[in-house]
């Protein structure tokens, strides 16, 4: 069955940094466009960024933009989320996910494929 799994959480000070991987376990995936979404402690959980199955294309949530940079390496179907200036409000779980087209990146919905999720917490 395919999977998709998320590693690279951790505890932070805010200011810091973190980098987060999601392998892939087909190489299907390498022609899926790939997103990030997060969950917070009794919060929704919501879009973060997504990228093109090229990583031509990405789109960022406003509240990450210029701070976490998404990229892919299709050899190795893995994603890369890369989060500088870390604040206490990105505390959340972070889960990757996959979708055949790109389009309609923020609806949760549409995504075919989710990975389980891994912890950040940025202290403050």
């Known amino acids: 069955q395919a999977q998709l799994v998320e590693s690279g959480g951790g505890l932070v000070q805010a200011g810091g940094s973190l980098r987060l991987s999601c392998a892939a376990s087909?190489?299907?995936?390498?022609?899926?466009?790939m997103g990030w979404f997060r969950q917070a402690p009794g919060k929704e959980r919501e879009f973060v960024a997504a990228i093109s199955w090229r990583g031509g294309s990405t789109v960022y949530a406003d509240s990450v933009k210029g701070r976490f940079t998404l990229s892919r390496d299709n050899p190795k179907i893995t994603v890369y989320l890369q989060m500088n200036s870390l604040k206490p409000e990105d505390t959340a779980v972070y889960y990757c996910?996959?979708?055949?087209?790109?389009?309609?990146?923020?609806?949760?919905?549409?995504?075919?494929?989710w990975g389980q999720g891994t912890q950040v917490t940025v202290s403050s």
């Open positions: 996910a996959a979708k055949r087209r790109w389009a309609d990146l923020v609806a949760q919905d549409k995504y075919d494929y």
């Open positions: 087909e190489r299907t995936f390498s022609t899926y466009a």
